[in-house]
């Protein structure tokens, strides 16, 4: 939200008071308004400043539930600008909520063309490598991305494809480095009581197959005595 808050107030020092107002309620955290003001203010706003506000328009869409109408937005913002970073930027989160992790893929590293620094693309590139069970890939590209300071955010979306693949202790350790990074994102303690709760799930179904199995293997040996009393 923070990066589409600052192209639209560079957008509102060029064009009518409507996108700054809607920068404001954004701001505010008033998405109807904010999605009132950028409809009535998009038709006048020059062409080549029209891309980044397809792309806040886009944000406020998917906030409030309307993925497909966020999706066209993001297409006429990449029409209009293909290159651009925040429709990318955006496209790709949206695409990994959606669970559409090729997709995702894709517009996270056309960000990542144009900017090769860009955190929270690098996040998502991580998550939807590990969605995809490209998992040789993805940690190819942790190495090299680990070589530099790393971004508590970036932690957090590798953390989350490895949960996805069930490897717990590795993403304990992405959350955990994240924590100690100075990461104060609530999701990141959300996702610990997660993997606390799985790995609690995993021991206990552990145990209970051991169980069965050991009460099989009693049965087994006490029915081979009694055949072996009778004969």
């Known amino acids: 939200m923070w990066v589409v808050l600052i192209w639209l107030a560079v957008v509102a020092q060029e064009v009518a008071d409507p996108l700054a107002e809607a920068r404001d309620r954004l701001a505010r955290g008033d998405l109807a308004g904010a999605e009132t003001v950028l409809r009535a203010g998009l038709p006048g706003v020059e062409a080549e400043l029209r891309a980044p506000v397809h792309v806040a328009l886009a944000e406020v869409l998917w906030r409030t539930g309307r993925s497909a109408e966020a999706l066209a937005e993001l297409d006429a913002a990449l029409r209009l600008e293909p290159n651009l970073g925040a429709a990318h930027h955006v496209a790709a989160q949206l695409?990994?909520?959606?669970?559409?992790?090729?997709?995702?893929?894709?517009?996270?590293?056309?960000?990542?063309?144009?900017?090769?620094?860009?955190?929270?693309?690098?996040?998502?590139?991580?998550e939807a490598l590990l969605a995809l069970g490209r998992v040789d890939e993805a940690a190819e590209r942790w190495e090299t991305i680990s070589r530099r300071a790393v971004a508590g955010s970036v932690r957090l979306s590798r953390a989350r494809g490895l949960m996805r693949l069930g490897a717990l202790d590795p993403a304990r350790r992405e959350v955990e480095h994240?924590?100690?990074?100075?990461?104060?994102?609530?999701?990141?303690?959300?996702?610990?009581?997660?993997?606390?709760?799985?790995?609690?799930?995993?021991?206990?179904?552990?145990?209970?197959?051991?169980?069965?199995?050991?009460?099989?293997?009693?049965?087994?040996?006490?029915?081979r005595g009694s055949l072996a009393r009778r004969t």
Do not use: F, K, N
């Not at 997660?194 to 009693?218: D, G, H, K, P, Y």
């Open 95 to 126: 695409h990994l909520a959606r669970g559409a992790y090729e997709e995702a893929l894709v517009h996270a590293r056309a960000d990542l063309s144009e900017d090769p620094s860009c955190v929270p693309c690098t996040g998502a590139e991580q």
């Open 178 to 223: 994240a924590l100690a990074a100075g990461s104060r994102d609530p999701e990141a303690y959300r996702m610990l009581q997660e993997i606390r709760s799985r790995r609690q799930v995993r021991w206990m179904v552990v145990t209970a197959v051991m169980l069965a199995v050991a009460l099989l293997a009693a049965a087994v040996w006490a029915l």
